[in-house]
């Protein structure tokens, strides 16, 4: 017996899977564009200009939105202060009121990544206790062990 709700929750991701694929292929073709006209610019100034010489340059992910480092001290600062149990998204909602006004959704899912990557860091060091493992996800449970 096919699950029908199954079946169509999976087309629905397939479709959307490849709607993004096409998305980012059209903004690939378009930078190898823009890429091929610096190219092409940089020869009418130098001729002989050896492109095997330049080295891609990192692009920096990061929310300027917040100083080096902030997100991780607002953590830091709402551990120490629990009293009790607290869920990533608890965390999460601290941080993006920091900045309320200012973040987009794309800029909010950033930031729960970002929680959760502080999270994971110190209960790696001990400092905190995961006590629902969910993945990285929002509904992890977490407490000081002190």
């Known amino acids: 017996m096919t699950q029908l709700h199954v079946v169509s ?3 629905k991701k397939h479709s959307e899977l490849q709607g993004s694929i096409t998305q980012a292929e059209n903004q690939l073709h378009q930078l190898r564009n823009t890429l091929k006209a610096v190219e092409v610019s940089i020869n009418l100034f130098e001729p002989e200009y050896k492109f095997s010489t330049i080295h891609a340059k990192r692009t920096n992910n990061r929310l300027t939105q917040f100083r080096r480092g902030e997100i991780s001290q607002i953590v830091g600062e709402f551990v120490r202060l629990a009293a009790d149990e607290f869920l990533t998204t608890d965390v999460t909602q601290v941080v993006i009121e920091k900045k309320e006004g200012l973040l987009t959704e794309k800029d909010k ?3 729960r990544d970002n929680v959760f990557k502080c999270l994971r860091g ?3 060091k001990g400092i905190i206790q995961e006590l629902s493992q969910t993945g990285k996800g929002s509904t992890n449970l977490w407490r000081s062990p002190y």
């Open 122 to 124: 110190l209960a790696d």
């Open 109 to 111: 899912q950033k930031v």
């Open 9 to 11: 929750s999976l087309v």
